[in-house]
């Protein structure tokens, strides 16, 4: 009888013990990803898109304890995106929110005051989650007007300060130039920009793990 009931007993023990002290076997921390078109491998294969890097980046940098979850859909705008976060959080329960939103929404000319409101609460929802966030800063195109391009620009830094977020100064950065890195509609990487792109966000990111 004494057998019976200590038994079982110590080998959950044991089990609980190797679970505990045994990296890669308890669950890892979930790093979202909430953005657009240029995060939803748009025009490039996936398995090379940034995402996936990024994946394969962590793994070979020593932060194999994290998994990520791409949540981009393409055309998606700041305002789908602080719709969709609220059951991304609750499903995902992610330690680390990347926003990479607002692009779409100005390259359709949506005022900036309403881009900045729905980035904002994206931030606000997930910092009252007790999640840490990374904003993905964006620029348009000049043939919008200096004062709503400058508007838009000014849009991502001040956000970070005011709700201190972790910053990517400007995504397309080293990128969006260069004919060869960008794809023939003159917005999305190509696959040989997806690299820069993870260039562009680790540096910022690898604080936050």
Do not use: C
Request: glycine share 8%; hydrophobic share 45%; no cysteine.
């Amino acid at each position: 009888m004494f057998k019976n009931t200590v038994l079982p007993a110590l080998r959950s023990f044991a089990l609980l013990l190797v679970l505990v002290t045994t990296p890669g076997l308890i669950s890892a921390n979930t790093l979202l990803v909430l953005g657009d078109s240029l995060s939803a491998a748009y025009g490039v294969p996936e398995e090379t898109a940034w995402v996936n890097l990024l994946r394969q980046r962590l793994a070979d940098k020593g932060h194999s304890d994290w998994s990520v979850v791409n949540a981009s859909i393409s055309g998606e705008t700041a305002d789908g995106g602080a719709r969709r976060l609220p059951d991304l959080l609750n499903k995902y329960q992610p330690q680390l929110v990347i926003v990479e939103l607002g692009g779409n929404d100005g390259l359709r000319g949506f005022p900036p005051q309403v881009i900045e409101k729905n980035l904002a609460l994206m931030l606000k929802n997930s910092q009252q989650a007790g999640v840490q966030t990374l904003l993905v800063g964006m620029q348009i195109p000049p043939n919008y007007g200096d004062r709503y391009t400058q508007a838009f620009a000014a849009i991502f830094g001040d956000l970070a300060q005011r709700y201190n977020s972790a910053l990517v100064p400007f995504f397309l950065d080293d990128i969006y130039n260069v004919d060869s890195l960008m794809q023939s509609d003159g917005i999305h990487p190509t696959e040989p920009a997806q690299s820069i792109l993870l260039d562009n966000v680790w540096p910022h990111l690898v604080p936050l793990l």
